[in-house]
């Protein structure tokens, strides 16, 4: 920078939070040799042959160059999900390098590349929203797209997540009316249909969707137990009350430390957990992204195992409440 003139620094400083092209470098008064100098340097960055200014996040930089790249597009899908930290999961093959956007239907033709995919379809005043200086699909708008786009299982992890605060369901329902007849909706609006805010993990949310299409009953969410004296801590994830039959969802990332002690004790704590729980006459199923993912029927044939358990034991029905 300092080998630039100081009225051309200055427009340059001027302009390099937003992407700008070659060309329009060069009317700033800088030359071929300044800007490779420059990218070199780190001062600036380029993607999708437009340049910003280093100091800009790399993915913000990518994004903000991409939708510059397209114009009168905004940022949408999953990219706009990952600006707005709407939790997303899939086992899709999709690079997360990607940028998605959206335009409104025109000459241009829907576009799908190895860096950018463009979706051409109607937007509305209410479909979008500012971040950060760029133009995104709103909330309800973006989780409707994304539950087009994926299989009900995963569509569901982004419905439960925007309903725990990003997003009402009066609203998600108005951005399905919008697209009544785009492909993929009735894939939204059963995902909608089954969208609960009380799940707490992408898990929670898969397995939901397997319970509905195993034919299970559906839970309780989150409920808790009263022990004689008090309300037990130990919130469970689902709940069949008329089984007597709790489902924990369990990543193998609660048990996770950086030391053997550490671990030992988490694993501890599971333990008297489920001691706690088989104290008050319920029947316990432990599940993990293995069982939802890879064998869901035989998941199905556990807790049916259990309910039938559960619905013969003649102890007491527990005390319990949904948890606040």
Not at 67 to 94: C, K, N, Y
Not at 97 to 123: F, H, M, Q, T, Y
Not at 175 to 202: C, F, I, K, T
Request: glycine share 6%; charged share 30%; proline share 4%.
């Amino acid at each position: 920078m300092e080998r630039l003139g100081d009225d051309v620094r200055q427009r340059l400083v001027d302009q390099w939070g937003r992407p700008l092209r070659h060309l329009e470098l060069m009317e700033l008064g800088l030359q071929k040799y300044d800007v490779e100098r420059l990218v070199r340097g780190g001062q600036l960055q380029t993607a999708h042959a437009r340049y910003v200014g280093g100091q800009v996040d790399a993915r913000l930089a990518c994004i903000a160059c991409a939708q510059a790249a397209h114009p009168r597009s905004v940022i949408s899908h999953f990219t706009a999900a990952e600006l707005m930290g709407l939790r997303v999961w899939t086992s899709q093959d999709r690079s997360p390098d990607i940028v998605w956007l959206s335009c409104e239907p025109g000459c241009r033709r829907n576009l799908k590349r190895a860096d950018v995919v463009l979706r051409r379809a109607a937007l509305t005043e209410a479909d979008l929203r500012l971040h950060r200086g760029l133009w995104l699909t709103s909330e309800a708008r973006t989780t409707i797209d994304i539950a087009r786009e994926l299989p009900l299982r995963e569509a569901v992890v982004t419905i439960d997540h925007a309903l725990s605060g990003f997003v009402s369901r009066a609203a998600l329902e108005a951005a399905l009316e919008r697209q009544y007849r785009w492909p993929g909706v009735q894939n939204a609006r059963a995902a909608v249909g089954l969208g609960d805010p009380r799940s707490e993990s992408a898990l929670e949310s898969f397995a939901r969707a397997v319970f509905v299409e195993c034919g299970l009953p559906a839970p309780i969410l989150q409920a808790e137990f009263w022990n004689g004296y008090r309300w037990l801590a130990d919130r469970v994830d689902f709940w069949w009350p008329e089984f007597r039959t709790v489902g924990e969802a369990d990543g193998l990332a609660k048990f996770e430390a950086s030391t053997a002690a550490e671990r030992r004790w988490l694993l501890r704590r599971a333990f008297e957990r489920d001691q706690r729980l088989a104290d008050r006459g319920l029947e316990l199923v432990h599940f993990g992204w293995e069982d939802v993912v890879r064998g869901p029927d035989e998941l199905a044939h556990r807790f049916r195992a259990a309910f039938d358990r559960g619905s013969r034991r003649t102890e007491p029905s527990p005390t319990w409440r949904p948890a606040a």
